[in-house]
């Protein structure tokens, strides 16, 4: 499939765009946690991935996972609302996927607002399923719902 973006680990000099990005789709009516200074941190981590895409110089999305022993957590996950729709969040949500297996995980987690329907759906699609719910996770402003997507084994 040709696609009109690239997808590739994030450098530093992305550290900017992606925390903003991250205060308006996802932080919204929240604190400002993920700022420029701890995403480089994620960026420079040996235990995080920062996946990116952009088409042109842009950035579209970005999905930032943690690596465990076993599992790997999807901490950040945001598109461009202008871009959602597109394909853009399923090729990363894919790329992310594709990495944690490779690195031997039995499964990816993520948490996601308990109110954001589109996000829940979303992640269903890609095979992921509700497990448990974290009251007041999000600074007691709003629950969380926990997700999890179980990996094949390796044969």
Not at 1 to 15: K, N, V
Not at 61 to 82: N, S
Not at 122 to 138: D, L, N, Q
Request: no cysteine; glycine share 8%.
């Amino acid at each position: 499939m040709i696609t009109a973006y690239e997808i590739t680990l994030a450098q530093a000099a992305d550290a900017r765009e992606i925390a903003e990005l991250s205060r308006d789709a996802i932080e919204r009516g929240l604190s400002w946690r993920w700022t420029e200074r701890r995403v480089l941190r994620a960026i420079r981590s040996e235990e995080t991935n920062v996946a990116i895409a952009r088409r042109d110089g842009v950035l579209l999305g970005f999905g930032i996972m943690q690596y465990g022993d076993d599992e790997a957590h999807i901490v950040l996950f945001a598109v461009r609302a202008q871009q959602r729709r597109s394909g853009v969040g399923s090729a990363l949500l894919a790329w992310l996927e594709a990495t944690a297996a490779v690195a031997g995980m039995q499964a990816i987690r993520l948490e996601a607002r308990i109110g954001n329907a589109t996000a829940k759906a979303f992640y269903r699609r890609h095979g992921f399923s509700e497990y448990a719910s974290s009251p007041g996770y999000y600074e007691d402003v709003e629950d969380a719902v926990r997700m999890v997507k179980r990996l094949a084994a390796e044969p």
